[in-house]
């Protein structure tokens, strides 16, 4: 939208700086919101916490006393314990929307920033971003590999396929490891072997005659 002069701007103007006032009111409200988000994760954080340690010295006694339990008494126990293993699937699952702390590995590599995604959708895009990186980096991969292998059989070509597997195994094991925090199901030595396929990729991007002479026999 043109203005046919400064009036017109200056006028169009301050009609949006009393715009602005609502922007910055709802600005305010958003930043009370996140503080109050926080004081409650941390309050029910702490309420699971406790619910934990109390469920944990009733299963302690309970066990204790097994051996001199009359029939009904057995009854109670058994329901007892069916109603701890419920209330403890009812924990894990509300801890599942409260946010988690990083892992070792992200601490070293991201610090403390926290990397857990508060709703089902944000973590499904999530994975569903990570299976599409892998396809479409390994299809990248195996281009460059042909390349390689059968068209441009230079130095350079060898190095950029090592800095590709160095920087794809490098992103890989980040990606799981925050899909890990959000509650992903990775099995440990498929996170292994990614660990192992960067350490491998270092040793022959920096050992770059070794790494040609293995690629192009």
């Not at 006028?11 to 609502?22: R, V, W």
């Not at 070792?104 to 944000?122: A, E, P, T």
Request: glycine content about 4%; hydrophobic content about 40%; aromatic content about 12%.
């Amino acid at each position: 939208m043109d203005y046919n002069s400064i009036s017109s701007c200056v006028e169009e103007y301050e009609a949006l700086t009393a715009e602005y006032k609502d922007v910055e009111n709802v600005h305010k409200q958003y930043v009370l919101k996140l503080d109050e988000l926080h004081e409650i994760q941390e309050k029910c954080r702490k309420h699971i916490t406790h619910q934990k340690y109390r469920m944990k010295l009733i299963q302690k006694s309970a066990n204790g006393l097994n051996k001199s339990l009359s029939d009904d008494d057995r009854q109670k126990a058994t329901k007892l314990s069916m109603d701890m293993m419920k209330r403890k699937l009812q924990l894990a699952e509300m801890e599942e929307s409260l946010p988690r702390k990083n892992g070792r590995y992200l601490r070293i590599i991201l610090g403390c920033v926290n990397v857990s995604l508060m709703n089902k959708d944000d973590r499904y895009n999530y994975k569903d971003e990570y299976e599409k990186f892998k396809l479409v980096v390994t299809g990248i991969g195996f281009l460059v590999s042909f390349f390689n292998l059968f068209l441009f059989k230079y130095r350079f070509m060898d190095m950029a396929l090592m800095f590709l597997l160095v920087w794809y195994y490098c992103t890989l094991t980040i990606r799981e490891s925050i899909l890990k925090v959000n509650g992903s199901k990775i099995k440990g030595w498929w996170r292994t072997h990614h660990f192992l396929s960067t350490v491998a990729s270092g040793v022959l991007l920096t050992w770059s005659r070794v790494s040609r002479m293995l690629f192009t026999n």
